[in-house]
């Protein structure tokens, strides 16, 4: 008779989501203790699903930072959209992230009928805390929620300033199952390094540039490259937008704004990789890039 083998070790798959520009990059990377996700204050700024990793003693904790549920109107949206359905159907608990005010949006209306439909367990996680003098504002909202879900916990957080990070991991422990570690140890991310460049430079991109620009951009790592007996990394960075105009405001009078994207970048990838970076940027033209499949299968959005 065939029994289940025993492990010393834990394991949990935890999904993050929620509606754009909730604070779900910034809370994985604040679970993490590192940044692996890009973060800004446009939403949509994640495009794909990123795996976080967290071990902590004999338990692993896989995190799925994913886009932020919204109305598609590109086949990059599109896939944004799926990106979120798809990671929801095989985790063992969701973190559903909301703002502390508000009414509840359609998308989490959406979001929670999943959560019914799949029965997935699902915590809640009210993030922004720190932006509310008065935290009894918190009481309508969270009732709100409940009556809509059954939630194993609910976590009022501040990812900006990690205030109630830990309890979030605590409440966590409970859906962790006896199995073996899925990573290394020390992994942080399943996402190779240029990908993580390719996000950052893009990151800085959404952080200059005005509200529509910064959707129209994609960013690919080229070349990177090792210098031989030097603790140098040479990268170089295609950046992709949709219109010749929206070339110009990236490059900027005289090439100013491209510089300080590039140098605001290679100062994050080099604490990202630990050594020096030569960073070497430019700028092309692909019109309508994100109705275009095989533009962006090429991109890495597959």
């Not at 999904?15 to 446009?42: F, Q, T």
């Not at 309890?167 to 422990?173: K, S």
């Amino acid at each position: 008779m065939l029994t289940e083998p025993e492990y010393s070790t834990k394991s949990a798959f935890v999904a993050i989501v929620g509606r754009p520009n909730v604070g779900k990059s910034s809370l994985l990377n604040a679970l993490i203790g590192e940044k692996v996700a890009i973060v800004s204050d446009k939403p949509q700024t994640t495009r794909t699903r990123i795996t976080g990793v967290l071990t902590r003693g004999e338990t692993q904790f896989v995190f799925i930072d994913t886009p932020g549920l919204h109305k598609p109107r590109t086949r990059l949206s599109e896939y944004m959209v799926k990106q979120v359905s798809d990671s929801v159907a095989d985790v063992d608990v969701a973190l559903l992230v909301v703002e502390p005010q508000g009414e509840i949006a359609p998308a989490e209306r959406d979001l929670i009928a999943s959560f019914r439909a799949q029965r997935i367990p699902a915590v809640l996680v009210v993030n922004k805390i720190d932006t509310l003098a008065n935290k009894e504002k918190l009481m309508p909202r969270i009732l709100a929620f409940t009556k809509e879900y059954e939630f194993s916990a609910v976590v009022p957080i501040s990812a900006l300033t990690r205030d109630g990070v830990d309890a979030v991991l605590g409440e966590l422990e409970a859906f962790a199952a006896p199995s073996p570690f899925f990573f290394d140890a020390d992994t942080l991310t399943d996402q190779p390094e240029r990908v993580i460049v390719a996000e950052i430079v893009r990151e800085k991109l959404l952080r200059n540039l005005r509200d529509e620009i910064p959707h129209g951009t994609a960013v690919s790592v080229e070349s990177m490259k090792e210098r031989e007996g030097q603790d140098l990394v040479d990268i170089e960075a295609q950046i992709y937008c949709e219109r010749e105009s929206h070339k110009g405001m990236i490059i900027g009078k005289g090439g100013e704004m491209l510089k300080r994207i590039a140098t605001q970048a290679r100062q994050d990838i080099e604490r990202f990789l630990g050594c020096r970076v030569n960073l070497k940027c430019w700028v092309k033209v692909r019109e309508d890039w994100r109705n275009r499949e095989n533009v962006i299968r090429s991109l890495g959005y597959n």
